[in-house]
């Protein structure tokens, strides 16, 4: 589909976002751009969107926040109808693709230059726990009872099976990229023949996920993932809101980073006061305890519970741009981009 841009590159390096569905999703991929530029002025950004997001953004006059629009096939719009595809969509030389639920906090050339070893690679960590791709709740018990993961594995031929988070894939090899896409796709095609459960039953989720199959189509093909957890140099840590200091602009953000990682996975338990009591009894343990205060590359609001204040952000951001203090954002991230060299 667009083998002319794979002959011929845009750019060195660049960032690709997607959005399709309600407006909202528009103006969060905007939000993220935006707190790109605070920090990196420089490498370009795609934007493959459904026409009716390209027809927002020209009535606006908001299409040159992105330095190339692409518009996204009917049968794309999804989550794995894009990501099950990204090789369709490699604009750049190295590109970076990004949900558009994410805020950047620090300069990302370091991170791009540990990229470069990789031909495609998604962040995410070694080895997936019985909660990827599987219950969320009490339901666990039975998985690991009857050792489902475990058979999953031994029917695909698979040794092991990483946790990807897909919120950030690097790619740079269209040939590697589209092997990843191809397999992934014909793993989900095979769903019966696992023990993962569909996304949608989850709270808030519509769509499929596309997690499971590309973290086996990387297993089947050997690839590495890219450690996501890495203390002070993580590429995005999630947003948690007792875990998170930050301004309202989150231009300053600051995340509680506990070296355990069985600690720091208590993260995601929704109760306060339960993930504060459990936290302080395995802290008991010399060394569980232990934490850091991180700041990321990016802020990623992952988790439902916890997407509130990046709504307001994004909103906030939408009201400015169309209200004519374009300007003032451009001017403001100049000021923050010169303070961060």
């Known amino acids: 589909m667009l083998r002319s841009i794979h002959k011929k590159k845009l750019a060195p390096e660049g960032y690709v976002y997607a959005t399709y569905g309600h407006p909202k999703y528009l103006k969060h991929a905007i939000a993220s751009v935006v707190s790109l530029r605070r920090y990196d002025q420089e490498r370009p950004v795609a934007l493959v969107c459904a026409e009716k997001h390209k027809q927002i953004l020209e009535e606006h006059g908001l299409t040159d ?48 230059q540990s990229f470069k070893p990789y031909t495609f690679t998604v962040t995410g960590t070694q080895v997936s726990d019985n909660f990827f791709g599987g219950p969320k709740n009490i339901g666990v018990i039975k998985d690991i ?30 040939g590697m990229t589209k092997k990843v896409c191809e397999l992934a796709q014909k ?29 086996m189509a990387m297993s089947k093909l050997n690839l590495p993932i890219f450690p996501w957890l890495q203390g002070h140099t993580s590429p995005q840590l999630d947003y948690i809101e007792d875990y998170t200091s930050h301004d309202p602009d989150f ?36 060394g569980k305890g232990d934490y850091l205060k991180a700041t990321p590359y990016l802020l990623h609001f992952g988790w439902y519970h916890q997407k509130q ?20 954002i451009q001017t403001e991230s100049k000021l923050i981009h010169g303070t961060n060299q």
């Open 145 to 174: 009872l009857l050792r489902r993961r475990k058979r999953t594995l031994k029917h695909f031929g698979l040794t092991y099976l990483s946790r990807v988070q897909t919120g950030m894939i690097y790619a740079q090899d269209f």
């Open 187 to 215: 793993m989900l095609d095979r769903k019966n023949e696992t023990h993962f459960r569909s996304r949608t039953l989850e709270q808030g989720r519509s769509e499929e996920s596309c997690e499971w199959s590309i973290a």
């Open 251 to 286: 231009e300053y953000v600051v995340c509680t980073y506990y070296c355990d990682q069985f600690v720091y996975n208590l993260r995601g338990i929704q109760s306060k006061w339960l993930r504060s009591l459990l936290t302080k009894m395995v802290s008991l343990i010399p």
């Open 309 to 328: 204040p990046f709504f307001e952000f994004a909103e906030k951001t939408w009201h400015l741009l169309t209200s004519g203090k374009k300007e003032m």
């Open 65 to 112: 926040i992105f330095d190339v629009i692409h518009i996204l096939e009917s049968d794309r719009a999804s989550i794995v109808g894009f990501k099950h595809n990204i090789h369709e969509y490699l604009f750049f030389e190295k590109n970076l693709f990004l949900d558009s639920d994410m805020i950047w906090c620090k300069n990302p050339d370091p991170l791009w």
